[in-house]
Nanobody, 126 residues
Framework: QVQLVESGGGLVQAGVSLRLSCAASGRKISGYAMGWFRQAPGKDREFVATINWNGGSTDYTDSVKGRFTISRDNAKNTVYLQMNSLKPEDTAVYYC???????????????????WGQGTQVTVSS
């Protein structure tokens, strides 16, 4: 079992930056692909970013490309999401997830992720 705990969310103004962290426990996540997803009120959970086991390959949804960066520190069993130039439309609960069947490659599909955190709220005011 892998437990994931997100942190770093908050209420910010448009244009600023936040860094989300996802701390894993229970098992080393070095062999897992990791992902960030978000869910805004009244909307479905959507893919944001994913990273393979060693950080050598990443993928982003179009709306965050060039603004968000996913990274990982396997020694710390932690994954990060650096979010720059935040916009009001980035407002959502952000979730971290781990995909055990993936490692060398990543996946965008929520159904492929085995473990999920409880989420951290990010609110961006205009």
């Amino acid at each position: 079992q892998v437990q994931l705990v997100e942190s770093g969310g908050g209420l910010v103004q448009a244009g600023v930056s936040l860094r989300l962290s996802c701390a894993a426990s229970g098992r080393k996540i070095s062999g897992y692909a990791m992902g960030w997803f978000r869910q805004a009120p009244g909307k479905d959970r959507e893919f944001v970013a994913t990273i393979n086991w060693n950080g050598g390959s990443t993928d982003y949804t179009d709306s965050v490309k060039g603004r968000f960066t996913i990274s990982r520190d396997n020694a710390k069993n932690t994954v990060y999401l650096q979010m720059n130039s935040l916009k009001p439309e980035d407002t959502a609960v952000y979730y971290c997830a781990a995909a055990g069947r993936y490692g060398t490659v990543w996946t965008r599909a929520p159904s492929e992720y085995d473990y999920w955190g409880q989420g951290t709220q990010v609110t961006v005011s205009s």
